[in-house]
């Protein structure tokens, strides 16, 4: 059967999983009957919730006697080192664009790589049934960022469809026809993607995805570049720099059919597989035969450029909720992530109880928290930290992010003002349409962490950021942090709601009656620049005199709730965000206060 791998590229909301959705429904991968849920290529929990691919999937479809393998892609630059590596597997990519946002930064990222590798992409507008649409002026943008990031003529002359991948349909004007579904689509890729290149010579495959599979152990999937692979052959695993990492057996061959994975007998060059039986092997390790010495190129990987403490759980509270608590099981479900997500760097501390995790941003950090705390993990975390570097004159470099910022006209003097408060640099305003402006900006990444609800509050919820790694620049010097200073509980036991209430003109509380507290706890924000220790566990006074005055009814003011994204940009580097399954709670590094008072003391002596 003949061949074509694609990658489908876009922006997060920009609709890649919803056209996947119906180019599996046309091309009669379900049964009439089959119940079939939305967004299908979304399988994991976090992704259904927060509506953003994390993890990149590959499916099949076959249209007129072809098998179209497609790569469906995360479209948030946080998650970029899984599309890196995507781009090895595929001949042609589908760049989709909203017609009205038209090219976002994170689209610019990964169209960029593929441009890089020589991808000949064909560019879909969807969403043209939006009011707001302005298909023509999102062509010559893309046409101008194509151009931007040095395409060829040929990547230049890219063919253009427009349509609704809700409605199912694509056509070669905006106006349709709409009737012929998605069979313009298919038929550009069968006409514009070339078919996979194909060596003669023994088998070999480069990993691309890796996931451990309950029955089969760990899988890997790649595309086969030369050779066939048949189940229980010998096969070798070399690493980048040639040395041997292993040497074993095929267990069995998975390809993808549909939205399903089926046994195959053989698997061909050119198709993309799954085959499981090798125990070491891993993402960018070339699998081959046993004649092969030299091993295939992988992708480069950009570094990772925001870093976090992950600590064992030692609040008094620890345990109570959580069943992995220990740094042994923490150490191996970190170095089990970093095994399968080459953009996150793993470090062991010398105490042993703490790791450094470093990402691409705090998305992907907190992405893997929250999937941990569903695991029934319990960990202590710190506040993201920048990984700065150094060039050959010793001068300190941190990394720069480019900012896009679409706002409503009214806000935009808040949003430069704020900006310009935490270091960044403003490059370009112009209007985007409907009385609003689109605000692009150099800023250093330090300062964004934690902005993102900042901005949703100035703007009232109309603002719109995308952020994207931009390059090393020189340190920009001293960003204020928080103004505010925190309440501390001063004891262990439960709240209540009579402190709470006598409280409430220090400064709105985080947590509610009843909620367990302990020594060194963050219970509230202090409307005041310093740190104060307080009692929420001290109750009203009973007297055997009557009066007739009723009791004061106590109304408590709602408590700010803390998710996981904000508590981490919200707190100092002398706190830490306590995760567990049931609870996010914040607390200071250190519990006890006078060890506080000494740590303030040692820093004030050594000038800190």
Known sequence: MKLRNIAIIAHVDHGKTTLVDELLKQSGSYRENQRVAERVMDSNDLEKERGITILAKATSVVWKDTRINIVDTPGHADFGGEVERILNMVDGA?????????????????????????????????????????????????????????????????????????????????????????????????????EPTVEDAPFKMIGTLLE???????????????????????????????????????????????????????????????????????VADTFCDLSVDTPLKAQPIDPPTVTMTFIVNDSPLAGTEGDKVTSRVIRDRLLREAEGNVALKIEESTEKDSFYVSGRGELQLAVLIETMRREGFEIAVSRPRV?????????????????????????????????????????????????????????????????????????RGTAIMNRLFHEYAPYKGEIAGRTNGVLIANEAGEAVAYALWNLEDRGPMMIEPGWKVYQGMLIGVHTRDNDLEVNVLKGKKLTNIRTTSKDEAVRLTPPIRMTLERALAWIQDDELVEVTPKSIRLRKRLLDPNERKREERRKEAEGV
């Open 387 to 459: 990984v700065f570097t150094k060039n050959e004159a010793g001068e300190t470099l941190e990394p720069i992010e480019e900012v896009l910022i679409d706002v409503d006209e009214e806000f935009s003097g808040v949003v430069v003002q704020k900006m310009s408060e935490r270091r960044a640099e403003m490059v370009e305003m112009k209007p985007s349409g409907g009385n609003r402006v689109r605000l692009v900006f150099y800023a250093p990444t330090r300062g964004l962490i934690g902005y993102q609800s900042e901005l949703l509050t100035d703007t």
């Open 94 to 194: 589908i760049v989709l664009v909203d017609a009205a946002e038209g090219p976002m930064p994170q689209t610019k990222f990964v169209v960029g790589k593929a441009l890089k590798v020589g991808l000949r992409p064909i560019v879909a507008i969807n969403k043209v049934d939006r009011q707001d649409a302005r298909a023509q002026e999102v062509i010559n943008e893309v046409f101008d960022l194509f151009a931007a990031l040095d395409a060829t003529d040929e990547q230049l002359d890219f063919p253009i469809l427009y349509g609704s991948g809700r409605n199912g349909w694509m056509a070669a004007s905006p106006e349709g026809p709409q009737d012929q579904g998605m069979a313009p689509l298919f038929d550009l890729v069968l006409d514009h993607v070339p």
């Open 212 to 282: 451990a599979n309950p029955f089969l152990g760990r899988m890997l999937t790649g595309r086969i570049t030369s050779g066939t692979i048949k189940p229980n052959q010998a096969v070798k695993v070399l690493a980048q720099d040639g040395s041997l990492v292993e040497q074993g057996r095929v267990s069995k061959i998975l390809a993808f059919r549909g939205i399903e994975r089926q046994p195959i007998e053989e698997g061909v060059a050119g198709d993309i597989v799954a085959i499981a039986g090798l125990s070491k092997g891993t």
